[in-house]
């Protein structure tokens, strides 16, 4: 079955610091992985994906994420946090056992930006 | 363009009350879903339509069931209640479908409480 691990609860950083959130996917055949972010009281939003060619993908708000196949990880990064940036953040791989269109969440990390 | 409009946004049930959570997006996209958010555990899928006039349960569906009543609607009835049950409910769609990777487009929640 396919899926996603986020290793860690809760980030915390300084505003203005690098930042990264880890995600590791287990998937059989090619990964179509993705990182959605969630603020208080609002539904998800999509911030980028990766399905083939370059391994540094860019998104919405600056965020990138690097896919590494080797490593079977797909880590979120922005350069400079800002506090607006903490959020609830959800990596998720496409379940390939259908050819349906469903993604299987992690359980996500909170990021904590602090001033 | 309001995207995905979730109704009610909380709701507070006894143990056996029935409800049906209703979800309808302007976006002409295909597919719809309904998540329920459970805290340390993520999003997992309950149900989900590729298209209109089909449903299929995914990875949690014991409980519910859904109708897709046109394009633009898809509810999620909960029949007898359970306090297995209190969660927050998202509904999402998207406009892929089969082999495609778009994002999906949340809804903002509703917040569901069985006593």
């Known amino acids: 079955a396919q899926s996603v691990a986020q290793p860690e609860d809760q980030v915390n950083v300084a505003e203005g610091n690098p930042l990264t959130v880890k995600c590791t996917y287990s998937?059989?055949?090619?990964?179509?992985l993705f990182w959605y972010v969630q603020y208080p009281n609002r539904g998800l939003q999509f911030l980028l994906k990766?399905?083939?060619?370059?391994?540094l993908v860019k998104g919405s708000y600056g965020f990138e994420a690097e896919f590494n196949k080797s490593q079977t990880s797909f880590h979120l990064k922005k350069p400079s946090a800002l506090v607006s940036d903490s959020a609830l953040y959800f990596c998720?791989?496409?379940?390939?056992?259908?050819?349906?269109?469903?993604?299987?969440f992690g359980t996500g990390t909170r990021l904590l930006v602090s001033p | 363009n309001a995207g995905v409009t979730q109704t009610p946004k909380f709701q507070v049930l006894k143990t056996g009350q029935s409800m049906t959570l209703q979800c309808a997006q302007d976006m002409n996209h295909n597919s719809m879903y309904w998540y329920r958010q459970d805290p340390g555990m993520g999003l997992r899928l309950i149900y989900y339509?590729?298209?209109?006039?089909?449903?299929d349960k995914g990875e949690v569906p014991n409980g519910y069931n859904v109708s897709r009543l046109n394009k633009r609607e898809f509810s999620l009835r909960l029949e007898s209640a359970a306090p297995s049950q209190t969660s927050v409910y998202f509904c999402?769609?998207?406009?892929?479908?089969?082999?495609?990777?778009?994002?999906?487009?949340f809804g903002n929640g509703t917040r569901l409480t069985v006593t």
């Open positions: 999402a769609s998207s406009g892929g479908g089969f082999g495609r990777n778009s994002p999906l487009h």
């Open positions: 339509s590729a298209s209109e006039g089909t449903t």
């Open positions: 998937v059989s055949g090619n990964p179509y």
């Open positions: 998720a791989v496409r379940d390939m056992n259908t050819g349906f269109q469903k993604l299987v």
């Open positions: 990766y399905i083939t060619g370059d391994n």
